[in-house]
Nanobody, 125 residues
Framework: QAQLAESGGDSVQTGGSLRLSCSVTSPPGHVHCMAWFRQTPTTEREGVAG???????SYADSVKGRFTISKDDAKNTLYLQMNNLTPEDTAMYYCAAERGTYVAEPLDSSEYTYWGQGTQVTVGS
């Protein structure tokens, strides 16, 4: 079983940058596919970026060219570098994990079993 803990959320101005982190605790030898999702009080949970155990990445069209997902296996940490932020990026951001090397739909929330508690990102105009 994996436990996830996000950090790095903050309030920034339009055009600013943030880096979110997700610390992963799991039994030794377990590998996971991981992803970042976001949600506001009025929207469904949206897949932002995903990365599989081989480092292959997927991005939502709305963040391509601005966001970068990465991971440091030695530190058991997932990252989301967010640049050129806009008010439309304001949301609670969640990291998610699924044991294994591959998921069919990396940006589909139903693919993931383990979730963090979220970290708030607010972008002012």
């Amino acid at each position: 079983q994996a436990q996830l803990a996000e950090s790095g959320g903050d309030s920034v101005q339009t055009g600013g940058s943030l880096r979110l982190s997700c610390s992963v605790t799991s039994p030794p030898g377990h590998v996971h596919c991981m992803a970042w999702f976001r949600q506001t009080p009025t929207t469904e949970r949206e897949g932002v970026a995903g990365i599989d155990d081989h480092g292959r990445t997927s991005y939502a069209d709305s963040v391509k060219g601005r966001f970068t997902i990465s991971k440091d296996d030695a530190k058991n940490t997932l990252y989301l570098q967010m640049n050129n932020l806009t008010p439309e990026d304001t949301a609670m951001y969640y990291c998610a994990a699924e044991r294994g090397t591959y998921v069919a739909e990396p940006l589909d929330s139903s693919e993931y079993t383990y979730w963090g508690q979220g970290t708030q990102v607010t972008v002012g105009s």
